[in-house]
């Protein structure tokens, strides 16, 4: 190859400094810093073409020697950068009472607001979760003759996360992404992980799961079940745990009938009232942040906002937590109480509501109308709306359960709907940590960094490119593991949202923690969402920075994007 090589202008930034050259000879792209002291004379304005006779590449090609010393150079480079962009002090940024908006919403629009029960009006704490596990387990094996070995087993706190998906016919509990496809390292069979290599040949020879087997509506399809109730925590570490007895006994089951057993009996849990006569013996101990919804609730009623309640639970349930948290005279505070709505079919049947009195027996006269203070049980929603006249966006309705709750509301119906998501004040606290924001910050640098050094193919540059591709998968592994060591975080699979966030986007026009994050907001306040960068829309993000588009000039501005 003789003649001499080319550098053509391929990016160019608003300052004649920043332009990325690639020969058009021999395919190599100049480096940064040799690119800058080569234009910089030639520019004499912005946005002007260098002149050609300043951009002539040397008569001699690259050697790999050239190429190792460009890749190292850009790596430490850009490290350094990277810590220079996050000093110590930086982090906190998040504040765990933030509500945040996926879609814009005004709150001096709604006049109606309307609330869910469990883990919306009433947080719980964890403790309940050992309960139902400890009971369920005992369920199978005096009344499903299961092998009394599995009482050796205890729940684990922290094993599985909410969102999770469960592949009925392999026994397999699994993360998923936005798009269908399973993370790698996040499949367990019982409490072991499965390998990546194993999984995708289990599914065919693909990490992709079709969308029919997937999901309905609601969560549930031919052969997956997606958990996303927080009661369903404990059922997954159960049926983790009862299927890693009987393999590592020996065994023989059908996973099919493992899950139906295990759903049967954690259904039989809610259905007997158990879970509401634990809570009930001990309010202080299982109620928590019960001052923060009678703040809440008081303080809408003040200033004229119209509450009602559309609960599954039972009315003596409901009746004694409210009576905790809030006083004797809690339904002074409601327009309208439903109790046992039996959600989300309340959106879609026809059944009439029925009145109860307050010792909880039910009266046979036809509800022409919803008053105030009043009990109801069952009915549907399109009697709810003809009967009120609360209709469209004048509605906010509170719940924690994405397809139970808000799906239907959302979709159908138009009213505006906030998820409660517990999890995210303990998520947040983890993004606010030093470790995880140099450890992100350093991964979309290196992803960055991979991508726009790939075209050296020379043996020590592959090397090179193998060894960065090793370090992105440790820091990609030590990421998730802050959240959760088995599963990662509820909202990312790496670098996709989960298929659960997914699901509180297009089902939440607002999400938060508690319901108690509304007391850190005016009633007259807007939320805006953020305008978040499509792909082709981001040329500012830390991967682009100093590896070919940008520089330092652009770092004091890059310090205030998060």
Known sequence: MGATGRLVPVFRAKTPQLVLLRCQHCGNWDDCATAEQRVQPSLSGHGRAPDAASLQHSNSEWTPRDCRVTMQSRYNELKKLVYDLLPPGVCNLLNPATIFANNEISLEDIGIYGFDYDYTLAQYSDVL??????????????????PSGIRNYKYVPGFAIRGL???INKGLLMKIDAFHYIQSEAVYRGLEPVPDDEVIDMYGGTHHIPLYQLSD??????????????FSLPEMTLLSSVND??????????????YRDITDVIREIHKKGMICEWIEKDMEKYIIRGEETYAVLTRLVNQGKKLFLITNSPYSFVNKGMQHMVGKQWQDLFEVIIVQAGKPTFFTDKKPFRRLDEDGLLHWDKITELGKGKIYRQGNLTDFIRLTGWQGSNVLYFGDHLYSDLADLMLRHGWRTAAIVPELETEIRIINTEEYMHSLTWLQALTGLLERMQMYQDAESKQILKDWMKERHELRRQTKCLFNPQFGSIFRTYQNPTYFSRRLCRFSDIYMASISCLLNYDLHFTFYPRRTPLQHEAPLWMDQLCTGCLKTPFLEEMGHIR
């Open 165 to 167: 998906h469960y592949d």
């Open 245 to 258: 007895y009987f393999l590592k006994h020996g065994i023989e089951f059908e996973s099919a009938h493992l």
């Open 217 to 230: 509506y609601y969560g549930k399809g031919p052969s997956f079940k997606q958990f996303m109730d927080i």
């Open 129 to 146: 979760h050992t309960l139902i596990f400890n009971a369920a387990c005992n369920i199978l094996i005096e009344q499903y003759k299961y």
